[in-house]
């Protein structure tokens, strides 16, 4: 799947937005790299982040359009990028073709971008995006774009891995008795994710020092995010038939697979095995209320983070400044029982 899309720009004031203390900055050397055409001359200093058009290009770019966090967000960095003053917003999207985003972006970036947005991406699989952008003096703003700070990053706008495989292995904890140890625990993930890779592998440590028993004697491995469901609910369904008393929970990088482990629970006639994910879709809420298999899921709001990246790339487009901290690291909001009534989700 690939799309393109171009927006023009309004002569709209921005969506309110909240503020960060990182946007406090330093504006930027264009050196002698020029293939955005910015405003200065090559050497000088930038008095804005604009072409000589007064027209802020924005190169946006995902790979994972094709999972549901992924379209939103990026939908909704669009829609917000049009409202934007001087904004002119490209969206291209694979499914995690990586070597087609490469071109298009260095496309983009030819045809005078002034600035990239990248949705969700693998810093695996972007070194040549990263260097054609600083070949270019162009920077880039990321969303959710790895685990630790990238100085090829301008900025990155993500959430604690850490903070939640803390929480999620701590709510199936609760949901087995208050103790894993003894218990039998699957963990699902999916590798070429680096967010679910990383906190895939946190939660899998936890598990073992708590004493839980791995299903399997490993982490399962979900091919693709957009057939994780289906993986999801067969790893369930192979293991329980394998070995009918022998799970007690499910722990899933993501919530759409965290979804068919519970179809395989739920079709197995099973109440006493407990499924966590991460991303708090409306459909798992709807699951969580049942009081069934979903017992929690960890909510990450991309609406926010959109909002907070739109802001620090308008201050780059009115003087040039990029933030002091290239790295913003948010705490997720665990959704469970006590609190999925009042929660109102955006996924």
């Known amino acids: 799947m690939h799309a393109h899309t171009t927006l023009k720009p309004l002569a709209a004031a921005g969506v309110g937005l909240f503020a960060l203390a990182a946007l406090a900055g330093c504006s930027i050397d264009t050196g002698a790299g020029g293939g955005s055409g910015t405003g200065a001359a090559a050497g000088s200093e930038k008095t804005d982040g604009m072409g000589d058009d007064g027209v802020f290009k924005v190169a946006a770019f995902t790979a994972g359009y094709g999972t549901p966090g992924g379209k939103l967000t990026l939908d909704y960095f669009v829609e917000a990028g049009q409202q934007q003053e001087n904004w002119e917003v490209t969206l291209d999207t694979s499914e995690f073709n990586y070597d087609e985003i490469t071109n298009e972006i260095q ?65 199936l904890e609760e949901a087995v008795g208050g103790s894993l140890e003894g218990k039998d625990v699957m963990v699902i993930g999916h590798d070429p994710h680096i967010g679910i890779m990383t906190r895939s592998n946190l939660a899998l440590e936890l598990f073992e020092e708590k004493g839980a028993n791995i299903a399997g004697g490993e982490m399962k491995q979900a091919l693709n995010p957009g057939t994780g469901r289906t993986e999801a ?15 007690d929970a499910v722990w899933v990088g993501w919530d759409d697979a965290a979804l068919g482990a519970v179809k395989a629970i739920n079709e197995a ?55 002091e901290e290239n790295f913003i690291e948010l705490p997720a909001e665990l959704i469970d029982r006590s609190n999925v009534d009042s929660f109102e989700p955006t996924l």
Request: glycine content about 8%; hydrophobic content about 45%.
């Open 233 to 247: 609910l067969n790893f369930v369904q192979d293991y329980l038939q394998a070995n009918p008393d022998g799970l």
């Open 269 to 323: 006639g099973r109440d006493d095995i407990f499924v966590t994910g991460v991303d708090a879709l409306e459909e798992t809420t709807v699951e969580i209320k049942k009081n069934g298999p979903m017992y929690a899921s960890m909510a990450q709001d991309w609406i926010g983070v959109v909002d907070q990246v739109i802001e620090i790339m308008n201050e780059y487009r009115d003087s040039a400044t990029l933030p």
């Open 107 to 171: 496309a983009q970036i030819s045809n005078g971008a002034d600035a990239i947005m990248a949705g969700f991406p693998d810093p695996r699989q972007t070194a040549v995006i990263e260097q054609a952008a600083a070949d270019a003096g162009i920077p880039i703003f990321s969303i959710d774009g790895g685990v630790e700070p990238n100085d090829a990053y301008a900025v990155d706008v993500t959430f604690s891995q850490q903070q939640m495989a803390e929480a999620t292995v701590g709510a």
